[in-house]
């Protein structure tokens, strides 16, 4: 899975957001909402299952749930049109191919907030 970053500006502030290469709309909206907001908790879970210390595992969050197990995770939001079909809401995507995709997101939003914070500090100076 690829993807890439777009920056733009919401309510004042500048931002990024992950744009997958393919064409996913729930791993797409999930990566920039709860993963952006909980990617320590999800990272952790991925770890655990992928070194095999736990079967499975997926926390809740603001608008998903998901279960990860070793080969396959499956993410499924929990805001959608009472008669929307299963795949506008669900996806289930390979485990150690999305950590991939997650350890450089989550690098990527690291290294936007660290070139923020310090341009902040430049411009109070």
Same mark, same amino acid.
């Given at each position: 899975? /690829?993807?890439?970053?777009?920056?733009?500006?919401?309510?004042?502030?500048?931002? @990024?957001?992950?744009?997958?290469?393919? %064409? /996913?709309?729930? $791993? #797409?909206?999930?990566? /920039?909402? %709860?993963?952006?907001?909980?990617?320590?908790?999800?990272?952790?879970?991925? &770890?655990?299952?992928?070194?095999? &210390?736990?079967? /499975?595992?997926?926390? =809740?969050?603001?608008? *998903?749930?998901?279960? @990860? %197990?070793?080969?396959?995770?499956? @993410?499924? $939001?929990?805001?959608?049109?009472?008669?929307? &079909?299963?795949?506008?809401?669900?996806?289930?995507?390979?485990?150690?191919?999305?950590?991939?995709?997650? +350890? =450089?997101? #989550?690098? %990527?939003?690291? *290294?936007? +907030?660290?070139? +923020? =914070?310090?341009?902040?500090?430049?411009? +109070?100076?």
């Amino acid at each position: 899975m /690829n993807y890439h970053v777009e920056e733009y500006e919401m309510f004042g502030e500048k931002r @990024i957001d992950a744009v997958l290469d393919c %064409d /996913n709309p729930v $791993l #797409q909206v999930w990566l /920039n909402d %709860d993963f952006r907001q909980f990617r320590k908790w999800y990272m952790d879970d991925f &770890k655990e299952v992928l070194e095999g &210390k736990k079967e /499975n595992g997926g926390p =809740s969050a603001n608008m *998903s749930v998901m279960d @990860i %197990d070793k080969d396959k995770t499956a @993410i499924e $939001l929990l805001f959608h049109e009472d008669d929307a &079909k299963d795949e506008e809401y669900k996806t289930v995507v390979d485990t150690a191919e999305l950590y991939e995709l997650l +350890k =450089s997101w #989550q690098h %990527d939003l690291r *290294s936007f +907030k660290a070139k +923020k =914070s310090a341009l902040e500090r430049k411009f +109070k100076k």
